[in-house]
């Protein structure tokens, strides 16, 4: 019995495998690092959907190496953000309420969109401060505003 046939499977991986696919990514992320420099487009591609083994991962999280910012996010699960050795290349890993990988991308871009506050939320935010601000007793210390 092979080595290969031994090996348990799982959507999108290969345990313990080597599909050679971690070079072809390291291509295309340098593609989208020029991009990006370039003209500002970001880029996302999908880890757990491509016939990748957890050989080819390995090799190219350690390529990639580790940045200086990390993030985690709790919504629906976890969700995993973090800067590679090449800023503007991010890991991101997003899992169930019960710790199963749901997603896992690298995302070429300044900043992550996931990262990024959207509108609906910036105007809530907006609405809800300003109606604080209006509550705030002018004669009170800055900051001590009460909800």
């Not at 899992?95 to 959207?118: C, F, M, W, Y």
Request: hydrophobic content about 35%.
């Amino acid at each position: 019995m092979t080595r290969d046939t031994e090996q348990v499977r799982q959507p999108g991986i290969c345990v313990g495998r080597d599909r050679g696919n971690d070079r072809p990514v390291l291509t295309e992320l340098y593609h989208a690092l020029e991009t990006l420099k370039r003209c500002g487009k970001e880029t996302i591609v999908d880890i757990k959907s491509l016939p990748f083994g957890s050989i080819d991962e390995q090799r190219l999280a350690e390529f990639l190496g580790k940045g200086e910012v990390e993030a985690v996010l709790h919504a629906l699960g976890e969700s995993r953000i973090t800067e590679t050795a090449f800023p503007g290349i991010w890991w991101i890993e997003h899992r169930d309420e019960h710790g199963e990988i749901t997603a896992k991308s690298i995302e070429v871009a300044n900043i992550p969109g996931i990262l990024k506050s959207q509108h609906d939320d910036v105007a809530d935010a907006c609405r809800r401060l300003g109606s604080l601000v209006q509550l705030a007793d002018p004669d009170e210390e800055p900051g001590s505003i009460e909800t």
